[in-house]
Each structure stands twice: as structure tokens, then as C-alpha cells.
């Protein structure tokens, strides 16, 4: 394995310095000559790790205002998700399935963990969700997609989890960023509406096994229409 860089061994100091301090997102990071004496680096190799830190929303830095400490967003996770998943679909492997299959995962097992004692109110969102997805499937002949997003995002409102909504949601950034390229025309909106229905539905009840019962079916048609559209490469 190669031995690290100057530079990131000061990425590595950079990050444990923002622990050890408790910074949080906003918070100022030392100035760029103070890290420089602080790490006995020079300013290049400072200035790289700034950079690559910057690059992952670690830090923030403005010419006159200083270095401070990023949004520490997922949205480089995002990118990095659709990216991988694109290149690897548009080389004829399952780059895109892989992707779907890891949240299928996940929801599967949060919306049993959902399901049980959901308070009524966090209920009523993805409820008024599933009524305007029955609209525009009716009216417009398919589910906007920011609709369905906000269905699935508003599901695990009452896990209270700010880290599960952003994992949640870099799937959903990078499976957009690839929409166009598994768009099939296959898909049934008024089951894939049923679906939802059936799924909050099931949450509602508290019923565990018939929420995961619900979600699996799903994805079974997500899953399938990906598969078609793995086997002929872009």
C-alpha cells in the first residue's frame, strides 16, 4: 500500500483537528499560516489538503473570509454513487441494479422498524403523498418524480434520523442523475401507485411483516425494469 502524501496526512490532521475541537458545521478552522505551523508543513501541501477537504464539503474557504467548516453534506456521496453506477451500466454491468439493491436493503428493513407504534401525524404525510401520486397518475399519465422521492424521504419521519434522510436521499440524487439512461417505458403507474398505497397502509396498521411484504413488492418491479435495461447497455 502506498505510504500517504504530505498533503494528505494533513487532510487526515485537518479532520481529527475538527473533532478534537468539537467545530461543527460554520465553526472557523485555524488560518491557512496557522495550519502551516500548527502541522510544520509547508504552504503547498496545506494548501492541497484544503482543497481536497473543500472538494467533500469538509471545509469552506473564501478569498477574505477565511477557512471554516463545511455543510459536511453526503452530496460528494451522491455524486460519487450515480458516477460509479453510470459508468459501470454504460459498460454493460449491473452498475445501477448493484445501486438499487443496497436501498432495497435498507428500506426494507426500515420500514418494518417504522411500522411499529408510528405515531398517526407522521402517517399523514406520505398518506397525502400517495393521494397527489393517484392525481397525477390519473391526470398526467405517470408519478412525478419529486413526488415519489418525497414519499419514500417522508416514510421515516418519526425514526427522527437527519443522517438516515441524507443517505436516503443521495440513493434517490444518484439513481436521478441516471434516470434517462433506465427509463424503460414499462412501468404501470397505477401499480406502482397501489404499491405505495398498500405500503402506508401497512405502516398505519403497524403491521411489521405486511409493511416489508409491501416494500419487497416494490422493488420487485423497480428491480425488473432495471434488469431489462442492464442487459442492453447504453
Same mark, same amino acid.
Given at each position: 500500500?502506498?505510504?500517504?502524501?504530505?498533503?494528505?496526512?494533513?487532510?487526515?490532521?485537518?479532520?481529527?483537528?475538527?473533532?478534537?475541537?468539537?467545530?461543527?458545521?460554520?465553526?472557523? &478552522?485555524?488560518?491557512?499560516?496557522?495550519?502551516?505551523?500548527?502541522?510544520? @508543513?509547508?504552504?503547498?501541501?496545506?494548501?492541497?489538503?484544503?482543497? %481536497?477537504?473543500?472538494? *467533500?464539503? !469538509?471545509?469552506?474557504?473564501?478569498?477574505?473570509?477565511?477557512?471554516?467548516?463545511?455543510? #459536511? +453534506?453526503?452530496?460528494?456521496?451522491?455524486?460519487?454513487?450515480?458516477?460509479? @453506477?453510470? !459508468?459501470?451500466?454504460?459498460?454493460?454491468?449491473?452498475? #445501477?441494479?448493484?445501486?438499487?439493491? &443496497?436501498?432495497?436493503?435498507?428500506?426494507?428493513?426500515?420500514?418494518?422498524?417504522?411500522? &411499529?407504534? !408510528?405515531?398517526?401525524?407522521? !402517517?399523514?404525510?406520505?398518506?397525502?403523498? *400517495?393521494?397527489?401520486?393517484?392525481?397525477?397518475?390519473?391526470?398526467?399519465?405517470?408519478?412525478?418524480?419529486?413526488?415519489?422521492?418525497?414519499?419514500?424521504?417522508?416514510?421515516?419521519? =418519526?425514526? $427522527?434520523?437527519? #443522517?438516515?434522510?441524507?443517505?436516503?436521499?443521495?440513493?434517490? @440524487?444518484?439513481?436521478?442523475?441516471?434516470?434517462? =439512461? /433506465?427509463?424503460?417505458? +414499462?412501468?404501470?403507474?397505477?401499480?406502482?401507485?397501489?404499491?405505495?398505497?398498500?405500503? /402506508?397502509? %401497512?405502516? @398505519?396498521?403497524? $403491521?411489521? %411483516?405486511?409493511?416489508?411484504?409491501?416494500?419487497?413488492?416494490?422493488?420487485?418491479?423497480?428491480?425488473?425494469?432495471?434488469?431489462? =435495461?442492464?442487459?442492453?447497455?447504453?
Amino acid at each position: 500500500m502506498a505510504r500517504p502524501t504530505m498533503a494528505q496526512d494533513i487532510e487526515r490532521k485537518i479532520k481529527e483537528l475538527i473533532l478534537d475541537r468539537a467545530l461543527g458545521p460554520g465553526d472557523p &478552522v485555524p488560518a491557512e499560516s496557522e495550519l502551516m505551523e500548527l502541522f510544520s @508543513a509547508g504552504r503547498v501541501p496545506v494548501r492541497e489538503a484544503l482543497k %481536497a477537504l473543500q472538494a *467533500v464539503n !469538509v471545509v469552506e474557504t473564501g478569498r477574505g473570509f477565511g477557512t471554516f467548516v463545511g455543510s #459536511l +453534506s453526503l452530496t460528494p456521496f451522491a455524486e460519487a454513487l450515480a458516477l460509479r @453506477a453510470a !459508468v459501470r451500466h454504460g459498460r454493460g454491468e449491473p452498475g #445501477l441494479l448493484e445501486l438499487m439493491r &443496497v436501498r432495497e436493503a435498507l428500506e426494507t428493513g426500515l420500514v418494518g422498524a417504522v411500522s &411499529v407504534g !408510528v405515531p398517526a401525524e407522521d !402517517v399523514a404525510v406520505p398518506q397525502t403523498l *400517495v393521494a397527489r401520486m393517484e392525481a397525477e397518475a390519473a391526470g398526467e399519465g405517470r408519478v412525478a418524480r419529486p413526488t415519489d422521492r418525497a414519499f419514500h424521504l417522508a416514510l421515516y419521519t =418519526s425514526l $427522527d434520523n437527519h #443522517l438516515l434522510s441524507e443517505v436516503l436521499d443521495a440513493f434517490w @440524487a444518484a439513481m436521478d442523475r441516471t434516470r434517462e =439512461s /433506465v427509463e424503460t417505458g +414499462s412501468q404501470d403507474f397505477a401499480v406502482t401507485c397501489a404499491q405505495h398505497r398498500e405500503i /402506508v397502509s %401497512a405502516v @398505519a396498521a403497524g $403491521d411489521c %411483516a405486511r409493511a416489508v411484504r409491501a416494500m419487497r413488492a416494490h422493488f420487485n418491479g423497480i428491480r425488473a425494469r432495471l434488469e431489462i =435495461s442492464s442487459a442492453t447497455p447504453v
